[in-house]
């Protein structure tokens, strides 16, 4: 199993442009979350999916969008980049409330 | 929402020194998991713990779920177990949001 993967590892983006950051797993896990993590701060969610279909708002939605057409894919969409969405960003996949796994993270700058 | 503290936020060691990190939580989980977070940003699962005791090599880890904290021990330290270790809550009430604290900051010295 490769669990997790996300691409690109790194992305420097200018203000207002646009990009998806990808992800998959190959666990069959129903839940996919995407959490971004700031300097010095732990992980804070941005969007979850609990199945195909289904995507809900987490903590820090604002300026990102999702979508999960199927089980393995949980694309991340940032339309209109602004210097606040610099950080790096990570994938997580699970069961309904059990242990989330992480995938490599993918490292953004804004400037 | 559940708030989640970590204990202490720093921790310089010699090597071969053994370690307790501590979590707080305020409220009943679902969910308990520690992490340990690389230098290069890897997010590293180390336990899965809403309650109960478990060992993995070196390390072990403790939850008392009606006190509402948990223990990461770790022993004879090696310069690879810095990084930052964090834990993360999934609340009993609501919502999939797996809630991390600050982080414990660990650094092993030679």
């Known amino acids: 199993n490769a669990g997790v993967t996300q691409t690109p590892k790194f992305r420097i983006l200018k203000i207002g442009q646009s990009m998806t950051l990808q992800c998959t797993q190959d666990?069959?896990?129903?839940?996919m979350y995407w959490y971004r993590q700031d300097p010095g701060m732990g992980l804070k969610l941005i969007y979850y999916s609990v199945g195909a279909g289904i995507t809900d708002k987490g903590e820090v939605p604002n300026g990102y969008n999702v979508s999960r057409s199927t089980t393995e894919d949980f694309p991340l969409r940032l339309e209109l980049a602004a210097p606040s969405q610099t950080s790096v960003y990570f994938c997580?996949?699970?069961?309904?409330?059990?242990?989330?796994?992480f995938g490599p993270g993918t490292r953004l700058t804004v400037t | 929402g559940i708030q989640v503290e970590q204990s202490p936020p720093d921790l310089i060691l010699q090597e071969g020194a053994n370690s307790t990190l501590r979590c707080n939580f305020s409220d009943s989980v679902n969910n308990l998991q520690w992490f340990h977070q690389n230098p290069w940003g890897q997010l590293i699962n180390l336990f899965y713990?809403?309650?109960g005791t478990k060992q993995n090599g070196r390390l072990s880890a403790t939850t008392v779920a009606t006190e509402r904290y948990s223990l990461l021990y770790i022993s004879s330290s090696q310069t690879t177990d810095s990084g930052v270790y964090f834990c993360a809550v999934l609340s009993n009430f609501g919502n999939e949001k797996l809630t991390f604290g600050t982080g414990t900051r660990l650094t092993i010295i030679p």
């Open positions: 666990m069959n896990h129903n839940y």
């Open positions: 997580a996949s699970s069961y309904p409330q059990y242990e989330q796994y």
């Open positions: 713990i809403p309650s």
